[in-house]
């Protein structure tokens, strides 16, 4: 029986697709008979996913990462005792003792970055750690103290686990150096597996789309999506576009959408718990993100038979080959995307054909159990049994 510790980073959100992965496997990893931790942004306290740790008899510690005037000054006299879960002071109160692994999982990949004492702690007591990037901005000059602090905390890393194999290469670009360990894992998908539903599009038919992601222009680019679409030929031609999704952008792409002409040709459906719903009623997935790593929203919709187009970044390309069960954006631009979707809407009638290849890509190249896969992957890396 080993001691795991699971440590999210994420500090915008109470909760996102980054957090499944980790929160399941440590559900697995309790369920294993380890004794396990789960160490969150105070984001997180009453989310059902938080409490779901708690039943499953999983110590959870929620860390402050917004300060009140009374924080700030019982932080200013150093009064830790009664300021427990600052993060100045949450990981050497709260990780008291040096666990056999600690699985820290980062929305985007330098969040490490904003979490110094929490890795200072973790080297100077020599503690095994991974490090799991869901996400990665693919643009930009690195600071040379960042980049280099970033190079010490992966070296130092047991595994560094990122979910597309273009984030993996593009970070060790970024950062001038080749990690021997890192690899690629799978985030679990909203589904029981792969389950074929059938396209029944026909080119004498409104052809329906739809695009699924948190509504966030900042990383989804749904803004630029809408921009492309603004043109006479997407107003005359017999579309439609579904968005579905919550966020932070949602009041603002209604407007936005309205200012463009585009509201009998646009609809906000909000969030679906049941990703197969999406899919009895639309025929091909649109995203416009301007990074990823691997969405989960096209994971689900091969699982489910549709073909998608996408701009090229994260793992989306690694999936869907242009031409061949999709199409892909060359980058998220207006003019990209036009281009790419009048590719798209030129060859609609091969939707179903090409949406039969998406689901037998998923089949073949997504594991079985992506939970399974990684915690595989963290047990070896624990004390072997006495």
């Known amino acids: 029986m080993s001691k795991l510790s699971f440590i999210s980073l994420m500090r915008a959100y109470a909760w996102g697709g980054s957090e499944e992965l980790w929160q399941k496997t440590a559900l697995l990893a309790a369920k294993q008979n380890h004794v396990v931790a789960a160490h969150m942004s105070d984001l997180a306290i009453g989310h059902p996913k938080a409490i779901e740790l708690s039943q499953a008899g999983i110590f959870t510690g929620f860390r402050k990462e917004r300060l009140t005037l009374q924080d700030r000054v019982i932080r200013k006299f150093r009064l830790q005792q009664h300021n427990k879960s600052d993060i100045v002071n949450y990981w050497k109160i709260n990780l008291k003792e040096t666990d056999d692994l600690y699985v820290i999982s980062g929305g985007n990949t330098f969040d490490c970055l904003h979490y110094p004492e929490l890795f200072e702690k973790l080297h100077k007591e020599n503690s095994a750690y991974v490090y799991i990037s869901q996400h990665h901005y693919e643009h930009g000059a690195i600071d040379k103290y960042y980049r280099d602090l970033n190079v010490t905390i992966f070296e130092k890393a047991k595994k560094i686990f990122f979910v597309s194999q273009r984030n993996l290469d593009v970070v060790q670009m970024q950062l001038g150096k080749v990690f021997e360990n890192a690899e690629v894992i799978f985030n679990p998908i909203n589904l029981p597996g792969a389950t074929y ?172 159990d992506a939970i399974a896969y990684l915690f595989d992957k963290l047990k070896a890396l624990l004390p072997a049994a006495e």
């Open 197 to 368: 539903i059938k396209n029944p599009y026909t080119a004498d038919q409104s052809l329906h789309a739809a695009c699924v992601a948190r509504l966030e222009c900042a990383n989804k680019g749904q803004d630029i999506l809408l921009k492309a679409l603004a043109t006479e030929k997407w107003l005359n031609r017999d579309i439609h576009f579904s968005f579905y999704g919550k966020g932070p952008d949602e009041e603002y792409l209604t407007r936005l959408a309205a200012h463009l002409g585009l509201q009998h040709k646009v609809s906000f459906c909000g969030h679906v718990n049941n990703i197969q719903d999406i899919w009895k009623s639309n025929h091909v997935l649109l995203m416009s993100s301007l990074a990823e790593g691997t969405p989960l929203s096209l994971m689900e919709a091969m699982a489910c038979g549709r073909s998608a187009v996408l701009t090229d970044v994260g793992g989306n390309a690694e999936w869907i080959t242009d031409g061949y069960n999709g199409f892909i954006a060359e980058g998220p631009a207006p003019a990209s995307l036009d281009a790419a979707l009048e590719k798209m809407w030129q060859q609609r009638e091969a939707l179903p054909a090409m949406g039969r290849r998406c689901y037998e890509t998923f089949i073949n190249k997504y594991p079985d």
